[in-house]
């Protein structure tokens, strides 16, 4: 006679391959001849905070992990603290399983999800993380976790991680009852900017062996090349787990482009291990000095803000990462760095408001990621020479895009009658954030000794 279903909850987990939860859950059911069901909660709490784009690209992985999995994928809507006990008691599960959340929100999720099972007698069995070395585990030699990344890179490597496995075999899909489906979901397509690539583990794979078969060899060199395909594309595969860290690190080849990939990995489980460390960095500064920093705010702020995030601000390298980002979800990195850089130094207004536009249009918007990476621009988060690092535009578009086709991709009219000339003076601008920054740190140390000194003060 078969035992009790297991349960499976996807989160950002959404593959078959290299899965231990998924492993751990089918090995579960298989010793008691029970079936497995799937399920993927939308959670309108966290969909409130994807825009469009990765609300529609969520739904085209969704599909094709409801297509790998025999059209068995069970959704519901809801808390999933009312959710996932409801369809464990529907189904007589004892035991929900889950790859691990490092996210604040995720883990708070956990907590009331696991107080919600156990009061019924139930279970969540959490095993593993979305990273090649989980949130926690990389410690200096003393115990402690690392504020700076080219050590916590040191640390992560001689760590290591396991070798990636297969695809469950000899499981039992079985689907639950869903009360909402993909089309429901689905976000109007009026609504979605970019045009979206090919979604699912499948399509992960395709850009991995693209990218091996190579663009990988010439990557320490052409990754900071817009004008290049020279990026492996995989960060919204890695933002949904279409695929694992771990596979890509087991397949990344030894010598300076592979160390130079391997470090931008590590950069991801960096920035997962500071917000796990600080959740309150998600939305705040890290560096004391971050709270003092004076930025500009009110209508010309705002027109300013405007024309930045339109891809009008007469620099054509950062108005054409801004076109890329509404034309296609996603931003080469480099130019991502330059068009925070410019908001904040040469415009400055927060970068907070400059992150919750990225979270609002990407694809590949993970809030470890993409607010960490803000601050290490904006000189408030984790960069050993905070603030003093500021792009210039012009110097970047000749090191970077040298015959100008990443701009004449995304900004044709450059260079033709129209074209609006630059609506700040980089120079001008470089040196009002520098004395900005001198005043925050003054205002820090005044702080620091007086504790009484709000930081909002001016």
């Not at 297509?67 to 929900?96: F, H, I, K, M, N």
């Not at 489906?181 to 970019?194: E, K, N, S």
């Not at 609506?423 to 009002?432: G, P, Q, S």
């Amino acid at each position: 006679m078969a035992g009790a279903p297991v349960m499976f909850w996807f989160r950002r987990d959404l593959r078959l391959t290299d899965h231990p939860a998924l492993l751990a859950a089918v090995d579960e059911a298989r010793s008691s001849g029970a079936a497995v069901v799937p399920l993927f909660v939308i959670d309108d709490g966290l969909m409130a905070t994807s825009g469009p784009n990765r609300r529609a690209y969520l739904v085209r992985t969704l599909a094709s992990l409801d297509e790998s999995l025999g059209g068995t994928l069970t959704l519901r809507r809801g808390r999933p603290e009312d959710v996932v006990p409801t369809v464990a008691a529907e189904l007589g599960a004892v035991a929900v399983y889950a790859t691990g959340d490092c996210a604040p929100y995720g883990r708070r999720r956990d907590g009331r999800v696991t107080d919600a099972l156990a009061a019924a007698g139930r279970v969540l069995r959490l095993v593993g993380s979305p990273y090649a070395v989980s949130p926690g585990r990389v410690l200096s030699g003393e115990g402690n976790p690392y504020r700076v990344f080219t050590p916590y890179r040191r640390a992560w490597a001689a760590h290591g991680w396991p070798e990636p496995t297969g695809r469950p075999a000899g499981a039992n899909w079985a689907r639950g009852t869903s009360d909402v489906t993909l089309a429901d979901i689905d976000p109007d397509p009026t609504t979605v900017t970019a045009t979206l690539p090919s979604a699912g583990e499948g399509a992960a794979a395709e850009l991995l062996d693209r990218f091996l078969a190579g663009p990988v060899d010439a990557y320490d060199e052409d990754r900071n090349r817009p004008d290049r395909p020279g990026t492996s594309r995989l960060s919204p595969h890695l933002r949904f787990g279409t695929i694992h860290p771990r596979q890509v690190l087991a397949r990344t080849p030894i010598g300076p482009s592979g160390d130079v990939f391997r470090s931008e990995l590590a950069w991801r489980d960096f920035y997962a291990d500071v917000l796990w460390r600080r959740p309150d960095s998600a939305w705040q500064s890290l560096s004391p000095t971050g709270a003092h920093l004076r930025c500009d705010t009110g209508p010309e702020a705002d027109a300013r803000f405007e024309a930045w995030a339109e891809g009008r601000t007469g620099y054509p390298l950062v108005d054409a990462g801004m076109r890329q980002l509404a034309a296609e979800g996603w931003m080469h990195n480099r130019v991502r760095m330059l068009a925070a850089s410019f908001l904040v130094k040469d415009l400055h207004i927060d970068w907070q408001r400059g992150a919750a536009l990225f979270m609002d249009l990407l694809i590949d918007g993970d809030l470890a990621s993409n607010n960490h990476g803000w601050q290490w621009v904006a000189g408030t988060g984790t960069d050993a020479a905070p603030f003093y690092r500021i792009f210039s535009p012009d110097r970047q578009a000749e090191r970077f895009d040298p015959d100008g086709a990443y701009v004449a991709r995304y900004v044709p009219e450059y260079g033709a009658f129209g074209y609006p000339a630059p609506i700040v003076d980089h120079a001008v601008e470089r040196l009002d954030a520098l004395a900005r920054w001198d005043e925050a740190k003054t205002a820090a140390a005044a702080a620091s000794a007086d504790p009484s000194v709000d930081p909002a003060s001016p």
